[in-house]
């Protein structure tokens, strides 16, 4: 392993010819729950919220994803983050919701290359392929819930909780070494 997954400085964790598994830089993260006419936090957030679990919206490098029927996780820039409960604090009495910061609860693992959908059915039982590109879901990787992400056929993010970061990364650093030492 190249780093130590635990560090919070974005790096390689293990690259083969097979996949390339790296730490993504820190960014702000927030779990946000709301019902009703979202007209409101859409207009705080600057983008329409994904009206269909596993639908993602983006607007510049703000990147939101639909969990739940009442559920999102918004990823945006570290600078962005009081900007954001401020205009979401804004609207609150127009829509009742709850904005939490949970940007140090996670860790985005990049995984990327030519096998990653294959690199992750290593501990995901989900069929990777039914996961269209700019999609996502909150599934279990050997028995963690984690956010997986598609963002391209062979480029996909996984937000995971720190204290599982360590586990989930040698698992995937074993997996890309096994790949790659495969004849395909």
């Known amino acids: 392993m190249n780093m130590r997954v635990s560090s919070s400085v974005s790096g390689v964790l293990a690259e083969s010819k097979a996949a390339r598994v790296s730490i993504s830089a820190a960014q702000a993260r927030f779990s946000l729950r709301a019902r009703g006419d979202l007209a409101p936090l859409n207009a705080a957030l600057g983008l ?75 501990g995901c039982a989900r069929d990777i392929d039914t996961i269209a590109v700019g999609e996502g879901r909150r599934t279990i990787f050997d028995g963690v819930t984690v956010v997986l992400w598609r963002d391209a056929e062979h480029r996909f993010r996984m937000d995971v909780w720190n204290s599982f970061a360590s586990h989930l990364g040698h698992l995937l650093e074993t997996g890309c070494r096994e790949l790659a030492a495969e004849t395909v």
Request: glycine fraction near 6%.
């Open 48 to 122: 329409d919220l994904p009206d269909r679990i596993g639908a993602r919206a983006a607007s510049g490098e703000i990147e939101v994803l639909r969990l739940g029927p009442d559920e999102w996780t918004v990823v945006a820039p570290t600078a962005e983050i009081n900007r954001l409960i401020a205009a979401c604090a804004d609207v609150y009495a127009d829509l009742p919701h709850s904005l939490v910061d949970i940007s140090g609860r996670e860790v985005t693992m990049l995984i990327e290359g030519p096998r990653a959908a294959e690199l992750l059915t290593l």
